[in-house]
């Protein structure tokens, strides 16, 4: 029994350790950023007075880069290698942070826009490396429980981004209501542009401290040596043959759209929890942002069962049934009124904890060099979250809907969206489990 103990491989070996650690630092950084941002959504909406759909436009932009920066980043992977790439995702993550100065100055949405999309053309450089190199650091049997165990800290960071944006930034906010707003730009112009002002300085600040933390970051790492970073091809991309395997891998591909689901849930799910409080239950932007920590606090708790639990289960079917789980809280949110709602939408983000990580260790399995442009198709695959948060929040700007004689309101039907995507993610794990093992 010793032996056999003795002999089975470690998630995590002692001569990868200290690589293990520096690179995993990077995944709470990018959750901060995901997690200090998606409260933006409703803070524009009130600042600039615009639409639930553009508000959103937030969530297209930052996602986009992602979708957009996903292949080449894989590109440059083959041919230079993986520090190079954190390198410069890092350096195009701070220079995203840095364009909130004149966008502020700007006043202008789009400029707002634009810097988030450099961001995460960054951030999307720092996933397409840091994913498939935590894979490779050590026996091929425990890599998705290693990517479990450095994804476990992603949420470290987005709770702390989620502190941020309540304390330093809704709180901060002008308490004045949108309808408020609206009068105060017909009766005096002048105050009301100067509140707005005010309140995109407040939102400029964290994002200007964001910046400096990840050029420190970015020292860290251009000082420090990564074992096993090369890839080893030189110029030798050989796209046509990888990409050709890659579209002939059904497992593969299944798994490129789950996550495009999946990163469409999670995102609607964090995005608008705030106008679930505010609307539903009458609670301010910040008391919602409260319920939305909380959440979080969950999907930490429930990421580090959930990757104890994989030492027993398989984990296609452990996906299946936490899917299951995600879409009936999705509908909790949708038919339960006033608090009872919101705890369901709450509780949707102790299904979604193992979600990201497992679909991309089931996909990226036994595919090797493969794995560095398959890592681009799931980090591209993030694109979900670009596009179905201005689908919800479309629906979320009509009228109440209307079935028989039970009238709900937009925001819970537009809660239906997240249902939708949680099958996909259950049928994902149900192939998995049956035709994969």
């Not at 639409?51 to 880069?65: D, H, I, K, T």
Request: net charge positive.
């Amino acid at each position: 029994m010793t032996n056999i103990e003795s002999n089975k491989p470690k998630v995590v070996s002692k001569q990868f350790l200290i690589p293990f650690i520096l690179v995993g630092i990077l995944f709470p950084l990018w959750g901060f950023a995901n997690d200090i941002t998606n409260p933006m959504v409703a803070a524009f909406k009130n600042i600039l007075l615009i639409s639930n759909f553009e508000s959103a436009l937030v969530q297209f932009a930052f996602y986009g880069g992602y979708c957009f920066m996903a292949i080449p980043a894989a590109i440059f992977i083959k041919r230079f290698n993986y520090k190079q790439a954190i390198i410069m995702g890092l350096a195009l993550y701070s220079i995203g942070c840095f364009l909130f100065i004149p966008a502020g100055n700007m006043m202008a949405f789009e400029a707002f826009l634009f810097s988030y999309f450099v961001m995460t053309c960054g951030l999307s450089f720092l996933e397409t490396s840091a994913n498939p190199y935590i894979l490779s650091l050590g026996d091929e049997a425990t890599a998705t429980q290693r990517l479990n165990f450095a994804q476990a800290f992603n949420p470290l960071g987005s709770l702390t981004g989620m502190f941020v944006a309540r304390e330093f930034i809704l709180a901060k906010l002008n308490p004045a209501s949108e309808a408020a707003r609206r009068d105060l730009s017909v009766s005096d112009p002048a105050a009301f542009t100067q509140i707005q002002q005010n309140d995109l300085n407040v939102i400029i600040g964290p994002y200007l401290m964001l910046g400096m933390v990840v050029l420190v970051v970015l020292a860290i790492f251009f000082l420090s040596k990564l074992p096993g970073s090369s890839t080893g091809n030189g110029s030798q991309l050989d796209l046509k043959p990888t990409l050709k395997r890659l579209f002939t891998n059904k497992r593969y591909l299944e798994g490129v759209g789950a996550q495009a689901f999946y990163i469409g849930a999670q995102i609607m799910c964090w995005t608008f929890i705030i106008q679930y409080g505010v609307n539903e239950v009458g609670l301010t932007k910040a008391e919602a942002q409260s319920y939305n920590m909380i959440a979080m606090v969950i999907f930490v708790s429930s990421r580090f069962v959930c990757t104890y639990l994989l030492k027993f289960f398989n984990s296609g079917q452990l996906l299946m049934f936490l899917s299951i789980g995600g879409g009936l809280f999705s509908l909790g949110a949708v038919f339960l009124p006033g608090m009872t709602g919101l705890y369901s939408l709450m509780a949707i983000s102790a299904c979604m904890s193992l979600m990201f990580p497992t679909i991309y260790g089931i996909a990226l399995k036994g595919l090797g060099e493969d794995a560095k442009l398959g890592s681009a198709g799931l980090i591209m695959a993030i694109g979900g979250g670009s596009l179905m948060p201005p689908l919800q929040g479309a629906i979320m700007d009509m009228s109440s809907f209307s079935l028989g004689g039970f009238v709900m309101s937009s925001t819970r039907v537009s809660f239906g969206l997240p249902f939708l995507c949680f099958i996909v993610v259950g049928l994902y794990g149900w192939n998995t489990m049956r035709k994969h093992g």
